[in-house]
């Protein structure tokens, strides 16, 4: 998994020098890329190869596993429906599902599919199942303890080889779980710019401290109670508020802006055709939660003596 505050913190130091953890996504899709190599592979070969060639061995050649197997031969059937074929077809099909989804063309909606399926797509899909890796990891564990030649408790070490990436990864939760509750902010300005981008404002927190180019997570509970989302920082470090500018592109974002255009005021005379909504025109604004700040490439812009800059998206 993806270990944002393990990275943010390696990358400041001197083995960000020489490890490319600016990368770290595209070295995550290199990993799934493997597994699923490494899926084909492994399950192509029980079901292809090792499944056909124990039931339909002689009498004689099945005496040397029949410790491992039991006193009758068991049928295809018996060997996919056991612990280890149905843990493994199951995982299968989780991980399908999840790569699948996390494909461009699933998560940027760029495949257009008629209702009820719309809902494959987007990045609620991608965000929700990519969640199928917990059931996944429990899947593997019943998976290495049920090994068809193992039998000895100290051999199944499959627990092992997951037990240092969950724990790190459960610190991480953990982590983000209690610092969103801990930085309380309180939205001080709200507006809606041409070109559907939405600008929030919040109070900013006193242990919040950031460098230019980073981004946090933002939450609305009014949009979905469990998902967090990466903006940029649009404020200066030396701002005393916060501030992103959050553009329309998916459907998180699009019931967003319309909770928070809900909350804006109708321009009056003499400002400006834009839907605001502040601290003096709504008291009741709806509630935001942040997380970060996160480390990434834009940050280090006062390493090198020449900067290229380039407006792309809002700008």
């Known amino acids: ?36 190599v490494g899926v084909i592979l492994h399950v192509g070969n029980h079901l292809a190869c090792d499944f056909p060639r124990l039931v339909q061995a002689s009498d004689e050649n099945y005496n040397y596993v029949k410790g491992y197997f039991g006193p009758d031969k068991p049928t295809y059937l018996d060997l996919v429906k056991g612990w280890e074929g149905a843990t493994g077809i199951l ?29 494959l797509t987007g990045f609620n899909a991608f965000w929700y199942s990519h969640h199928l890796f917990v059931i996944v990891y429990v899947l593997l564990v019943i998976h290495g303890i049920f090994l068809y030649l193992e039998h000895r408790w100290y051999r199944k070490t499959t627990w092992m080889y997951l037990a240092v ?34 600008a929030l404002q919040m109070s900013k927190p006193p242990q919040f401290r950031y460098k230019s180019g980073q981004y946090m997570f933002v939450q609305c509970p009014a949009v979905s109670p469990f998902e967090w989302h990466p903006f940029s920082i649009t404020s200066a470090p030396g701002d005393d508020y916060l501030s992103v500018h959050i553009r329309q592109l998916g459907d998180w974002t699009r019931e967003l802006k ?9 321009p009056v005379a003499g400002k400006s055709g834009l839907l605001r909504a502040d601290e003096t025109t709504k008291k009741c604004l709806p509630k ?14 006062r390493n090198y003596d020449v900067l290229l800059l380039v407006g792309l998206g809002i700008g």
């Not at 943010?8 to 953890?21: A, D, E, H, K, N």
């Not at 999840?98 to 495949?111: C, G, H, K, M, Y």
């Not at 319309?258 to 109708?266: I, Q």
């Open 165 to 198: 990436p969950v724990l790190l990864y459960a610190g991480e939760r953990t982590l983000r779980f209690f610092r969103s509750g801990f930085y309380s902010v309180r939205l001080l300005k709200v507006a809606i710019y041409p070109g559907n981008v939405l």
């Open 91 to 119: 995982m299968v099909i989780l991980m399908a599902v999840a790569f699948t989804l996390a494909t461009r063309w699933f998560r940027r909606s760029l495949i257009k599919l008629p209702k009820p399926f719309d809902r």
């Open 258 to 266: 319309r909770v928070f255009a809900e909350a804006c005021e109708p």
């Open 288 to 301: 935001l939660l942040i997380d970060g700040p996160y480390g990434a490439p834009a940050q280090d812009y």
């Open 1 to 36: 998994p993806v270990c944002r505050n393990t990275i943010t913190w390696i990358r400041s130091t001197r083995l960000g020098y020489f490890v490319p953890f600016d990368d770290n996504i595209n070295f995550h899709k290199t990993i799934a890329a493997a597994i699923v």
